[in-house]
């Protein structure tokens, strides 16, 4: 029981953490883009306060936590003006792919420090932090590579579907933006008919067999 709070504390603190990189890095792209609302909203920042969502960032990992199921969440979108961009709609692709490209590079980083780091075997009774230190760090590259699968979804409002969208001709687009009331509904009806695990978990599998070891 135990080890299963230590668990779930941790894979917390790392979806958590993750999130709030993922707004900060969509505020950050945006700002260097030309866009300053973010920033001037105080999203430029790793205070996780400030990106939180009660839904996305709580009640939901909290709820996928209790019945052991796959920890996915979001937090509360950074407001994006795409009039400052002097690139429309090539620059809301971008300040998008910034999200996912958030949570590989955590990933990439979670993997490459996990390659290096000496793990001594527990001994009871002996302090030892490289276990816990490997637990957070290989639950951070496994949890951030289905983070960014799942925000690259191409359903709107998730970055996949935004995207999408900024490629699309603008007539297409807006009729595709109508999708996002729904978006819920349609995340759902993929998980029930098992269309999430199929679309997912192939490139996770994949992504993480190219990580370093």
């Known amino acids: 029981m135990d080890l299963n709070i ?39 920042s790793l205070n996780p306060l400030a990106h939180a969502d009660l839904v996305g960032t709580v009640l939901l990992p909290l709820v996928a936590i209790a019945r052991g199921v796959p920890i996915i969440g979001w937090a509360k979108p ?69 983070l960014a699968l799942f925000h690259l ?11 999408l969208a900024a490629l699309l001709p603008a007539s297409v687009a807006a009729s595709f933006d109508r999708v996002r009331p729904y978006a819920f509904l349609v995340l759902g009806a993929l998980v029930l008919v098992g269309g999430f695990d199929a679309i997912v978990v192939p490139p996770n599998r994949l992504i993480l067999s190219w990580l370093p070891k």
């Open 153 to 163: 979804l191409p359903i709107p409002p998730l970055d996949g579907g935004t995207m």
């Open 78 to 146: 950074v407001p994006v003006d795409a009039r400052r961009f002097r690139h429309p709609r090539r620059d809301h692709l971008l300040v998008a792919a910034a999200g996912p490209a958030s949570h590989l590079v955590i990933a990439l980083a979670a993997a490459s420090a996990l390659a290096v780091l000496p793990v001594s075997p527990q001994t009871l009774g002996e302090a030892n932090l490289s276990v816990p230190v490997a637990a957070f760090l290989t639950r951070a590259m496994r949890l951030n590579v289905l």
């Open 6 to 44: 230590a668990y779930s504390f941790i894979s917390f603190a790392v979806l958590l953490f993750s999130l709030t990189v993922h707004e900060m890095s969509h505020a950050w792209a945006a700002d260097r883009l030309g866009d300053p609302t973010g920033r001037r909203l105080g999203r430029l």
